[in-house]
């Protein structure tokens, strides 16, 4: 049997993590993850897929976050009836994730269609619904890690602990004399899996994530990080305004919230307010402790704490406006959508205000930025001044560091064909292939490319048999032509009001039109458009918006 391995996501970006395996006549998709980041990368989320759903023979799911299985219901409401491979602990958690996510699209919808600067476009259109989520769920079908599965004749599987979060793989294959491994996202300790320790047999190909390639973190003890997190809170509180922190629903915000009630506790911080605007966070957490997971330090649960306070509805949420003094963790952890939004347009241009980063901000999204410093920005059509303080706290992330990966690849050594790097902006991407060069027995590296196919063979590197599309290095620049749009007309504005008359004003914006327009002119003759992937109505929508 040929295989064939085609990367239709998180190639040269972080995020849409999608591979189709192909094993003679059988099809198999690992991952089905969202696209977030820039308008232009949000925007394939609504291209026809590059694959036929109803063709699948099956779908193996690495781990919950939506940048790995947000996109499944929509291969389900597609014709997709091949059953889910995961872990136990990630069939209960991806329920109230998508259930969320179908509800935050049609939420994101009417919002988008209500926007002063979309009147007249054609209505945007949710991917999929709650029934497309619960077919998606019935479909799942759990695996303890460690235990071998055939999902398709001829084709073996098993899970190895990824570290990353609750329930997260990575993924062995055995198919046609070959053994395939895909990282998945790890954790630190993931490069602890003895994954020679069975029969000793080599890998032939390996797909390992690259996040963190060209960072090292020092190891931060559990004391220091709640050090540090009080400090940050503590100069917020005295400010008199709210403290602000995005946070992912699974996992980041338990940990925050356990380090917070510990801090108080034992009065390494003065108790205050504190307001969880998700209510997947809560949900989340309820099927966090039915999987196994512990509560930090085996103390007492931190939601069960008399400062902790959780909102359900919308009218609780917009409850939290009058606010001062309190500290709001909400969702989406990279300011994409959900309520953190309103509260950024409610705080950021507040001086005594604070905005707390806990976690990786794709390039290009509302989060990296704030985050990069920006001096304005654009939430919802509406443009903010940033006056906010804006702080960052990196000892919470659950990817390994360059260093982690490193080990996790020499784990993996010897392999006899290829290692892939793939979840990665091309920083990481570059630096990590440079370093694992250096490992033994790994000799071909490759950085895929957006839809670029390989033919695998037992030992032997692998044979590309597939370009990736011509327009992959404009999908995934960290900015776009919208991120520059949109900084472009809030410094327009900006230095417009700078002049001294209204007189002023209006040369200045007629000898910029006539200049815009003759540059429009120019290059809408010199560069006609390059098919691509079939695209839906909602990829025009969403490529013709700003931030």
Known sequence: ??????????????????????????????????????????????????????????????????????????????GSTAEIWCTPATSKLIDPLLQDAARLQEADVHRRNKRPDRAGLPPFKRLYDANDVKHTVRQTRPLEIGTWAVPVP?????????????????????????????????????????????????????VCESTYGDRDRAAVPVADRRAALAAIVTAAMARGGNLLIPAFALERTQVILADLVALFATGGLAPCPIYVDSPLAERMTRTYRASGGVDIDGTPSPFDDANVHFTQSTAQSRGLSGLSGAI?????????????????????????????????????????????????????????????????????????????????ISACAPVRGGLFLTHGEAPALDRLALDASTIAGVSHIIIPALDERFALAPGAPPRRIAAPRKDAPELVAPLDWRNRYAAFTSSLERRLRQLPTNSAREQALLAADEALRRALEARSVRHAPTPQRTKTANADIVEAEAS
């Open 154 to 206: 001829g084709v073996l599987i098993r899970f190895w602990d990824a570290c990353h979060i609750l329930g997260s793989a990575s993924v062995e294959i055995r198919a046609d004399g070959q053994r395939l491994l895909f990282s998945g996202d790890i954790g630190d300790r993931a490069a602890d899996n003895p994954f020679h320790g069975d029969d000793g047999e080599p890998f032939d190909h390996v």
């Open 1 to 78: 049997m040929a295989i064939e391995l085609a990367f239709h996501g998180a190639a040269g970006t972080v995020t849409g993590s999608c591979m189709e395996l192909t094993i003679g006549e059988r099809r198999i998709l690992i991952d089905c993850g969202m696209f977030q980041g820039s308008r232009t990368l949000e925007a394939l989320n609504h291209e026809q897929l590059p694959f036929d759903p109803a063709g699948l023979d099956a779908i193996v799911l690495t781990h919950a976050h939506l940048d790995h299985s947000g996109r499944l219901p929509l291969v389900t409401r597609l």
């Open 328 to 408: 709001i963790i909400a969702g989406s952890g990279m300011c994409t959508g959900g309520r953190i939004r309103e509260h950024l347009a409610r705080n950021i241009s507040r001086p005594d205000s604070t905005i707390l980063f806990v976690g990786y901000q794709v390039p290009g999204t509302l989060g990296s930025v704030i985050r990069g410093g920006a001096a304005t920005v654009r939430i919802s059509g509406n443009d903010f001044d940033v006056l906010a303080h804006v702080e960052r706290l990196d000892a919470y992330s659950a990817h390994a560091d360059r260093a982690g990966l490193l080990r996790w």
